[in-house]
Nanobody, 125 residues
Framework: VQLQASGGGLVQAGGSLRLSCLAS????????MGWFHQAPGKEREIVAS????????YYADSVRGRFTISKDDAKNTVFLQMNSLKPEDTAVYYC???????????????????WGQGTQVTVSS
C-alpha cells in the first residue's frame, strides 16, 4: 500500500492550495480517508476526514468553512482544498487511510492503517 501526497508549497496568507493523495495497493472504496497536519514542536492532529462513501465529512474547528475534503474512488484519490489560508496553517500535511466497515469517518490517529509521506504547506503573512 502506498499513499502519495502532493500539492503543498509556499503561499501568501489568503491564498489557496489543493492537496492530493493518490492511493495504490488497496481497494480505495473500503477506506475512510483523513488529512492530518503537524507543525514543528506540536503533535499531529486531524484536519479533516471523509467516510468511505464520501457522504459524511469532519473538519477541525480551525479549518471549518475554509477547507474541503473530497474523494474520487475512480481515481483512488482524496483531495483537500484549502482556501483563505492563514500562517497558522503552516505544517506538514499527511493523508491517511482507515480500513473500516463503518459508514462514518474517524478522527482518531490510531484508527488509520496507512500514512502518506507528508507534504509541506507554508503560509507567509
Amino acid at each position: 500500500v502506498q499513499l502519495q501526497a502532493s500539492g503543498g508549497g509556499l503561499v501568501q496568507a489568503g491564498g489557496s492550495l489543493r492537496l492530493s493523495c493518490l492511493a495504490s495497493g488497496l481497494t480505495f472504496s473500503d477506506y475512510a480517508m483523513g488529512w492530518f497536519h503537524q507543525a514543528p514542536g506540536k503533535e499531529r492532529e486531524i484536519v479533516a476526514s471523509i467516510s468511505r462513501s464520501g457522504g459524511t465529512t469532519y473538519y477541525a474547528d480551525s479549518v471549518r468553512g475554509r477547507f474541503t475534503i473530497s474523494k474520487d474512488d475512480a481515481k483512488n484519490t482524496v483531495f483537500l482544498q484549502m482556501n483563505s489560508l492563514k500562517p497558522e496553517d503552516t505544517a506538514v500535511y499527511y493523508c491517511a487511510a482507515d480500513y473500516t466497515s463503518r459508514s462514518s469517518y474517524s478522527v482518531l490517529i490510531g484508527s488509520y492503517n496507512y500514512w502518506g509521506q507528508g507534504t509541506q504547506v507554508t503560509v507567509s503573512s
